[in-house]
C-alpha cells in the first residue's frame, strides 16, 4: 500500500515487501571542466559513470553508480559485471535487504574468487548504491536522514577543481583566491607531483600568500612520490601550514606511510585507492593516516563506507570522503556519519542529476528529495550516455 509523498516519489508502509524486476546498467561519459585537466599520474578529458538502474514491482527505480576516467573498454567491465554477474542475484529480492544482499553479492564465489577489488568492487558499489537509494525512496527520507544524520547547517566544502597540475602557476593562484574570497569555499586542494620539487613547493607557497593564513589548504601527490622526496616536501608543507598531505606515495605501501607519518608533522590523507574495510583497518593500525578517505564508489557502496567510517570514529579519526561519485552520495554519508568532518567539491556531473550537490557560504546544504541524491536527470542518457555492447 502506498501513500502520498509531497516530494513526489512514492513512499511505502514499513511492512510492505518492495521486489526487484530488472536490473539495467547504462554508461555516462561527462566532460570535465575546461576540456582537459590531470594530476601527477592522470589526464582526463572526461569522466566516467558506469551505472545501474534497478527497477521494482512498486515502480520505484534505484540509481546506483561508480566512477572512472571515461575508459569505455574497461567501463564495460563493470556494466558487464553488473548484468552478468549480480543482476541474477537480485532478481526477485526485496529492496530492504540491503546488507543480506550486499553479503550475498560480496560472498559469491566466483565474484569473489575472481574480484574482491577493482571491476567487482566497482560493480558491487554501484549495485549497492542504487539499493541504499531505493531504501530511502520507499521510506519517503533522503538517505542522510534514514541514516540518522544531524548536521542540518550542512557540511564545510573544499574544492578540488581549480587546483590541477594542469594549469599554469597563475591561474592556479587566480582560481584558487576566488574559490577562497568570491565563492566562499573553506578550503582548496593544491596538486603536486611535479618533476620539480622546487616548482611543486613554489606552486603551494603561492597560493597559501593568495588564499591568506585562515582558509585551509590540502595538497595532493596522487601517489607520485618515494619516501626521500615525500619527507622532503612534507617538511616544506609544515611551514605553509598544510590541512594534509594527500596520497604522497603508492596508494598500497602502508609501511612506507607510517615512516613518513613518522618523519613529518603534516598530517596524511588517503583512500581512494582502497578497496576494502580490511586495507583502511592495515593503514589505521599501523599508524600510517591521519585523514581516512573512504569512497563509497570503490569500496563495496555505501555499506561498506560505513563500516569504515565507523572504524574511523573508534580510532577518534577525522573522515574526508573523497568525491569519486562527485559528491552526491559522499554529501549523504557526510551528512549522516559523525566521523565526516569536511567534503571535497568537484562539479562535474552536477547536470546529471535530478537534485544536484549544492554549497551555499562554504557549506553543502543538505539534500531533501529522498533518495541518496543518485537519481538521474531525464535527459543525462540523451546528453551524456555512452551505448553498451
Not at 217 to 230: I, K, Q, T
Not at 328 to 335: D, I, P, R, S
Not at 339 to 365: K, S
Request: glycine share 10%; aromatic share 8%.
Amino acid at each position: 500500500m502506498t501513500k502520498p509523498n509531497p516530494l513526489g516519489r512514492a513512499s511505502t508502509t514499513a511492512t510492505e515487501e518492495i521486489r526487484i524486476t530488472a536490473v539495467e546498467p547504462f554508461l555516462l561519459h561527462v566532460p570535465v571542466t575546461g576540456q582537459h585537466i590531470a594530476d601527477s599520474m592522470h589526464s582526463l578529458t572526461h569522466w566516467g559513470v558506469p551505472g545501474v538502474v534497478i527497477q521494482t514491482d512498486s515502480g520505484l527505480r534505484g540509481f546506483g553508480y561508480t566512477g572512472t576516467h571515461a575508459h569505455s573498454a574497461s567501463d564495460m567491465l563493470i556494466t558487464d559485471c553488473i548484468s552478468k554477474v549480480y543482476a541474477p542475484l537480485l532478481l526477485g529480492e526485496s529492496i530492504h535487504d540491503v546488507l543480506a544482499l550486499w553479503k550475498k553479492m560480496y560472498h559469491f564465489p566466483p565474484a569473489q574468487w575472481v574480484g574482491r577489488t577493482g571491476i567487482t568492487q566497482l560493480a558491487l558499489a554501484a549495485v549497492d548504491i542504487a539499493l541504499w537509494d531505493l531504501k530511502a525512496k520507499a521510506a519517503g527520507q533522503p538517505l542522510w536522514r534514514l541514516m540518522g544524520g544531524g548536521k542540518r547547517e550542512g557540511i564545510p566544502a573544499y574544492n578540488t577543481d581549480g587546483g590541477w597540475l594542469s594549469l599554469s602557476k597563475a591561474q592556479l593562484v587566480d582560481n584558487c583566491r576566488r574559490s577562497i574570497e568570491e565563492r566562499g569555499f573553506q578550503g582548496v586542494k593544491v596538486k603536486v607531483g611535479l618533476p620539480s620539487a622546487h616548482e611543486d613547493i613554489d606552486r603551494v607557497r603561492a597560493v597559501r600568500s593568495a588564499i591568506g593564513p585562515v582558509a585551509g589548504l590540502m595538497v595532493d601527490a596522487n601517489g607520485r612520490c618515494d619516501l626521500p622526496s615525500a619527507i622532503a616536501l612534507g617538511r616544506h608543507f609544515e611551514e605553509l601550514e598544510v590541512a594534509w598531505f594527500e596520497e604522497p606515495m603508492w596508494y598500497d605501501d602502508v609501511e612506507g606511510h607510517r615512516r613518513l607519518a613518522e618523519s613529518i608533522r603534516t598530517p596524511i590523507a588517503l583512500g581512494e585507492q582502497l578497496y576494502s574495510l580490511d586495507a583502511f583497518t592495515a593503514f589505521i593500525g599501523a599508524g600510517a593516516i591521519h585523514y581516512p578517505q573512504p569512497d563509497a564508489t570503490r569500496l563495496g557502496g555505501i555499506s561498506e563506507f560505513w563500516q569504515v567510517a565507523d572504524l574511523a570514529l573508534a580510532y577518534r579519526m577525522p573522515v574526508a570522503p573523497h568525491a569519486g561519485d562527485m559528491m552526491q552520495v559522499h554529501l549523504q554519508m557526510a551528512l549522516a556519519h559523525p566521523a565526516c568532518v569536511i567534503l571535497e567539491y568537484i562539479p562535474w556531473t552536477l547536470e546529471c542529476f535530478r537534485e544536484p550537490a549544492q554549497v551555499t557560504n562554504g557549506r553543502f546544504t543538505p539534500p531533501e528529495l529522498p533518495g541518496a541524491g543518485t537519481e538521474l536527470r531525464a535527459d543525462a542518457l540523451e546528453r551524456f550516455g555512452v551505448k553498451l555492447t
